[in-house]
């Protein structure tokens, strides 16, 4: 892509369109939701959400105030924009930014005091400049609000002049009102004073944390001494902070729109299944120290011991006859399930969707050393599989905003401007033997990239698992309440789906890639125990993101 030459200062002009100067939008019409009668205050996509006397709602639609095409993700800059129009008798809060390298797609909440006290939001007292890009004309001016006491800023201004915004373009909130923030994804940095502009995201996120998602963004700058660490979200402060989510008719609903397509590696062996097809196809349970043959499970799981936590005590494994363990370990693409945990985040303002696939076997791994693919022997093996993505939903609208794709021991989210769709239904690629999570076929090395040491991770369009028509089963959404929704009896089993593996990792590595230089070896020694060795084979209530959110590699 051809650019002109600009200064850091200026809106550069392009021979060529960004991304981000068109909006994203699905590839086809969305669906209306059904109505809900569950919630007598609130209700899923209205459009407003009460956060305890103060209302949010989510804007998405921007006037661009400063760009800059250099710099930042891709090399491709980032642009700064203000919510507009904000509805009347609404405030916005701070601007929004976002890189140059995919389409604008976002949102900023702009807030109403709805409480009769007229005491939620205030306007900042003043602003301090906290950097500028430039001096003269088309520079970009970055300001933080002063708070008055008692109140909380929970965005930035940005303007083309030296002149402060005025006093009304964002509101402040009171403190009682606002949560603790982090910086989330860089959206630009610039070498100048080491500034950098980030986006903000809850500090404390899960089932039950109040922290909402503002969707403003934070600043740092070396030259500065404004404390931008003061800068908060908002948190939802209403005794019924799930008002919001959606009834199961509308979970159902959201799961028909969103399933995602899953793309299997053409040369994986090991398949999905469903669970009660694991079972009555010969899974056995097995006891420590006991001298008796182990048990078959049956096919509900409801022999199964429950609670105990990991102990030890108890685990699964596959047949004992071998021809039938083979074939069990191919797992039933046929019937296999998209088991879905639905449960609110970020303080009730959106549902997660968490779909968990199970494995009976997980593949041996492979690695990659320069123009070399070697396979590492038992690495990487091992019994009862269990991966996941999740969809992230806006309870203010319905949108899909974002899916995370589960990755060995973390992942990362990808936000649905930058997916592959089939419909309105995103695509997700199950990596060859180790079944994580991409968003588009091809390598991906996890290691040493300027080395060309790591572990490789394939994906390509083999057979697909499509997830839609019935093959998502939701088997918890706590926040219906009791009955809504029977959890199975296997997801309370929080012992080892399958045994541990033990294995020397220098040793199999030895074995395997004998032919490179010991330094080499010991490299990819640390890489498998970097990448490969994680939570391990338990199920999907024992992982930490039951309760709270996803982990990435910041977390």
Known sequence: MRRSKSCLG????????????????PPAPMQSWPSSGTYAHGGFAKGVIDLGGLEARQVTTFTKVWSTAQGGQDGLGATFFKPSPVPTGFRALGHYAQPN????FGHVLVARDASGTGALLAPPLDYTLVWSSGQDGGAGFFWLPTP????????????????KPPLDEVACVRADFTDACEDEESVWSSDKDGFSATALRPAVRGIDARGVHTGTFGVHAQSSTAPTTTLACLKNNNGAYTSCMPDLAQLHAVLAAYSPQVYLHPNDPYLPSSVPWYFENGALLY???SQTAPTPVVADGSNLPQGGGNDGAYWLDLPVDNRQRERV????LAGAKAYVQAKPMLGGTTTDLALWFFYPFNGPARAKVGPLTIPLGMIGEHVGDWEH??????????DLLRVYLSQHSTGTWVEASQLEY????????????????????????????????????????GSMMDTGGGRCEVVSAEYLGAGKVAEPAW?????????????????????????????MRERLGQLVKELLVGEGPTGPKMKGSWRNDERDPKT
């Not at 390298?101 to 604008?104: A, D, G, Q, V």
């Not at 008055?148 to 002149?163: I, S």
């Open 287 to 289: 006891q420590n120290g």
């Open 389 to 398: 993505l999740t969809l992230r939903v806006s309870n203010f609208s319905g």
């Open 10 to 25: 200026c809106v550069p002009r392009s021979t060529a369109a960004l991304l981000v100067e068109r909006s994203f939008a």
């Open 422 to 461: 089939l419909g309105n239904r995103p695509v997700a690629y199950a990596s060859r033997s180790g079944h994580a999570f991409y968003p588009k076929e091809g390598l991906v090395l996890q290691g040493d990239s300027k080395l060309g040491i790591g572990i490789r991770n394939d994906c390509a369009k």
């Open 101 to 104: 390298n995919r389409p604008l």
């Open 148 to 163: 008055p006491d008692g109140y909380r800023a929970v965005g930035m201004a940005v303007t083309t002049t030296k002149d």
């Open 329 to 332: 370990k191919k797992g039933d």
């Open 491 to 519: 997801l309370g089993f929080e012992r080892g789906w399958g045994p541990k593996e033990e294995y020397d990792i220098g040793r199999e590595i030895n074995r395997a890639a004998r032919i490179l230089p010991r330094a």
